[in-house]
């Protein structure tokens, strides 16, 4: 065969492993749209407790934030009020791939909320002393945040 036939076949290989590609590419789009990981979801919370000494009432949400497949990353944030002041509170949640919260956090025990069993895990950091209540796939059902300003409790909300 000559150099042009080389060049020839190397060029239809070529054209045959990116369109492989392309189409390996849309196929998984496709499945992750049919079957979505749960892990990415984002949950809503129900906030009620104290802010400096008056009642407060809030709404929270736990976002997926894909910032590397070594871990499942959530941005979580509560917005808190009372009569006469307000609050925002953010804070990660990092997970390892086996929905284990990383070492910075310090595991409790198991617990049962309604139905739900959670595992239990503690730390402390610049938003105050928090408690997280984490069900299956990384899903936190409940969290509680006591620091010198306000002590809160944060409920999932399901969706019916």
Do not use: W
Request: charge should be negative; charged fraction near 20%; include cysteine.
């Amino acid at each position: 065969m000559d150099n042009f036939g080389n060049k020839g076949v190397a060029i239809v290989l070529i054209i045959l492993i990116m369109g492989g590609s392309l189409a390996l590419f849309f196929m998984m789009q496709v499945m992750n749209q049919v079957n979505p990981d749960v892990h990415e979801e984002t949950h809503n919370y129900d906030v009620v407790g104290v802010l400096y000494d008056e009642d407060c009432t809030g709404t929270g949400t736990t976002k997926y934030a894909p910032e590397s497949a070594k871990a499942y990353v959530y941005s979580f944030e509560l917005r808190i009020s009372s009569k006469s002041h307000s609050e925002t509170i953010r804070m990660p949640l990092i997970f390892t791939t086996d929905d284990k919260m990383k070492d910075m956090f310090h595991y409790v025990g198991e617990e049962t909320i309604g139905d739900v069993a959670v595992s239990v895990y503690t730390q402390e950091n610049q938003e105050g002393f928090c408690t997280f209540y984490i069900g299956e796939k990384c899903k936190m059902i409940r969290c509680t945040i006591v620091s010198d300003d306000y002590s809160v409790t944060a409920d999932i909300i399901e969706s019916s």
